[in-house]
């Protein structure tokens, strides 16, 4: 059972587009929520994190919004790169669960 | 900046037969995780390890068993191959039981 649930499964987005990908979680437990960045045939990595105090965390064009009271977070990417198209995982972590994943594509 | 280190980097095997993962971490981290991560899906979680203990179990098969050696690195052993074992093994690795957690490049097994 996923204990993260992410959508969309893929969006398109237009260069210079914003990406929005939602994230929504039931274990109050989690008190770290990363986002990760996955290239086909590569391990995921660490994009960018926020924790429950805080409602929102920008680095750069990438920002996470959290609803603690919602136990939602999303990630916005401003200015979307051809080079952003990838696969996002949202997760929650005592112990690390992921979403399913979202596959963003970004088109010239 | 030192990564995970993660051999091989490619493996096939033959149904039933035994595969080895081995899982390099960084250098001062003490804590190892295993994933699974199926064609589309998202890493599942297999087992980790801190300080050379199991420190908690996910989804592992009771055919696969892990450890970790007093030089931090881990290996992931699996038998009786199934075909449905086909799948990247990811090892992560943390300074901490509670960090963030790095992830290595993958090791892409493959059951004929």
């Known amino acids: 059972q996923q204990q993260v649930k992410q959508s969309p499964q893929s969006l398109i987005v237009q260069k210079g587009g914003i990406s929005i990908i939602n994230c929504a979680y039931e274990?109050?437990?989690?008190?770290?929520f990363p986002w990760y960045q996955q290239f086909p045939g590569k391990g995921p990595a660490l994009l960018i994190a926020?924790?429950?105090?805080?409602s929102e965390k920008k680095e750069g064009r990438f920002t996470i919004s959290f609803n603690k009271s919602a136990k939602q977070f999303s990630l916005h990417i401003m200015d979307s790169q051809p080079g952003d198209s990838a696969t996002y995982f949202c997760?929650?972590?005592?112990?690390?669960?992921f979403g399913a994943g979202t596959t963003v594509t970004v088109r010239a | 900046a030192a990564g995970v280190i993660q051999s091989p980097r490619h493996l096939i095997k033959e149904k039933r037969e035994t595969a080895t993962l081995k899982c390099y971490p960084i250098?001062?981290?003490?804590?190892v995780y295993w994933y699974q991560q199926g064609p589309g899906q998202d890493p599942q979680f297999l087992i980790s390890?801190?300080?050379?203990?199991?420190?908690d179990k996910g989804s592992i098969p009771d055919r696969f068993s892990a450890q970790q050696f007093s030089d931090y690195h881990s290996e992931l052993n699996m038998s009786s191959l199934e075909l449905g074992d086909s799948a990247l093994y990811f090892c992560?690795?943390?300074?901490?039981?509670?960090?963030?957690?790095?992830f290595g490049p993958g090791t892409r097994l493959t059951v004929l």
């Open positions: 997760a929650g972590q005592k112990k690390l669960s």
């Open positions: 926020i924790r429950p105090d805080v």
């Open positions: 250098p001062r981290h003490d804590t």
């Open positions: 390890f801190y300080e050379k203990m199991q420190s």
């Open positions: 274990n109050t437990a989690f008190d770290y």
């Open positions: 992560a690795s943390s300074p901490d039981r509670v960090g963030e957690q790095f």
